[in-house]
């Protein structure tokens, strides 16, 4: 089974809430060494935290973090960011860009970048936070970043597979950060879902429901459109 002990763990978006326990749950875990990156990393107190620049839209920034951390058999592509506006008729293309940039192009390319150094170490894991918005589209151009992401994620589990990369996609609802400050209704802890994802990870799941908001809506993929956006029903009267 894929194992946090011993490892070496990079999480990308290391400085939010969820990104920060990460970096603490994985050494919780027995990881003998995390780098945090951000665009601007902050300072830590523990010396097997390693602070290390990282913007995942930028290809030099990624190639310099592979040369940096050639010893990673963790990669989590935890790195989002939310569009101004949830509409994708009312966001500016730029905008739109931005967003595939930040929460597609940026972990896709990460993985690839770091492909090699998780191919050549026995057990090394891919970890790609997607959402519940991969599958409910409430979010405009995030949700389809999203929804590409996951779809991407698959892809990397299929071609990771025969080189013993494990690969898992993590799907939730809000969880209670800046990020999701805006939201109103029931959120989960960041340590509750980071806590989640290593323990499904580490018995072996390729995906992870967090919450029951997420099963729900992945069981209703299957059904008809309108079930799942009965606002469909008002429009067509």
Do not use: C
Not at 101 to 111: D, I, Q, S, W, Y
Not at 132 to 145: I, K, R
């Amino acid at each position: 089974m894929p194992s946090l002990d011993g490892a070496v763990v990079l999480v990308t978006g290391a400085n939010g809430g969820i990104g920060t326990h990460f970096v603490h749950d994985a050494l919780a875990r027995g990881a003998v060494k995390v780098y945090a990156t951000a665009r601007s990393p902050r300072a830590w107190d523990d010396e097997r935290i390693v602070p290390l620049t990282l913007d995942v839209t930028d290809r030099a920034s990624i190639d310099a973090a592979v040369a940096a951390a050639a010893d990673v058999t963790v990669l989590v592509n935890n790195a989002g960011a939310l569009p101004p506006s949830a509409s994708l008729l009312d966001v500016t293309e730029a905008d739109i860009r931005a967003n595939m940039e930040t929460n597609f192009f940026g972990p896709v390319f990460l993985a690839r970048a770091f492909a090699p150094v998780l191919a050549a170490k026995k057990g090394s894991i891919l970890i790609d936070v997607h959402s519940v918005a991969s599958w409910y589209a409430f979010g405009g151009a995030y949700s389809a970043s999203k929804a590409a992401l996951w779809s991407a994620t698959n892809s990397l589990r299929i071609e990771f597979a025969p080189m013993g990369v494990h690969v898992t996609g993590v799907h939730m609802g809000y969880v209670d950060t800046g990020m999701a400050a805006h939201a109103d209704g029931p959120k989960m802890l960041p340590t509750q879902l980071v806590t989640t994802v290593y323990d499904a990870v580490e018995a072996g799941e390729h995906e992870v429901l967090a919450d029951e908001l997420t099963k729900g809506v992945k069981a209703a993929l299957s059904g008809p459109v309108e079930a799942l956006y009965p606002d469909l029903h008002s429009t067509d009267a």
